[in-house]
């Protein structure tokens, strides 16, 4: 009897995984392809898009270029589209130098304007009485109540028709709006004419407001406003700091009235 053969197991195959990783690699190249294929520009379309958006910026009507004659024909027998001129895009870039250069105008102007504002206020600017100085808002000049009021009183001293009439002829060929704001410290005060700093606040600004006016600036640029105690630059703890809080501020504000702005249109 013959001897029965042994059967021998078949080694494991470690390499399997390479027929995985390889599917893997085709799917994620096949991918990629697809990726590339979409994004792909139409330079056609790029182009149009273009011509669109200098018409908007310029305000000129798009060129009927960018529609060819249906009867346009290339030997292939596709319509022959004609590349729209980029003209329109590069013609919108001087409104924008336009834009900034105004912009520098103005900067350049609203100094001047502060330069000779201190050189024409002369002492009172120098000794503190008033201050010039740039916001966000315009260029603001504040004026200690002494200089233009008796404690208590909103009439305008006689003294302080100078130091307000060489504001209002710095202000006159401005077109800029002007806003007068009256300031108070925490003091209250109560009597017949002022029942409390609010009233003073705001018939001090509207006293100014109208000697300006009687100097020649346009009463259309002016509005008076007061604000009492709330917007105080010290502390109103000291005699020193209650007294910069006493104040009247002209606010010569950047943006111009409308009116003017329509003229500045027409012309």
Known sequence: ????????????????????????????????????GISSV????????????????SGTPPDKEANPPPDAK?????????????????????????????????????????????????SLATNGKINISKTSRGVRIDIADGVLFQAGSAAIKAEANAPINEITQVLADQQYAIQVEGHTDNAPISNAQFPSNWELS????????????ENGIDAERLSAVGYSDTQPVADNET??????????????????????QAADIQQ
């Open 1 to 36: 009897m013959g001897r029965r053969r042994k059967f021998e197991d078949d080694p494991d195959n470690h390499d399997r995984w390479l027929v995985s990783y390889a599917d893997f690699i085709t799917l994620l190249f096949a991918f990629f392809v697809v990726m590339y």
């Open 42 to 57: 139409n330079d056609q379309k790029y182009k149009e898009l273009t011509s669109a958006l200098g018409s908007a910026f």
């Open 74 to 122: 290339s030997s292939a027998g596709k319509s022959v589209l004609k590349t729209p001129p980029t003209s329109s895009l590069i013609n919108a870039l001087p409104l924008a130098r336009l834009q900034k250069e105004k912009q520098r105008q103005e900067q350049e102007n609203i100094s001047a304007m502060i330069a000779n504002l201190n050189r024409t206020l002369g």
């Open 202 to 213: 705001s018939m001090r600004a509207t006293s100014v407001v109208r000697k300006m006016i």
């Open 239 to 260: 005699a020193e700091g209650r007294a910069q809080n006493r104040r009247v501020s002209i606010m010569v504000l950047y943006r111009k009235p409308e009116k003017l």
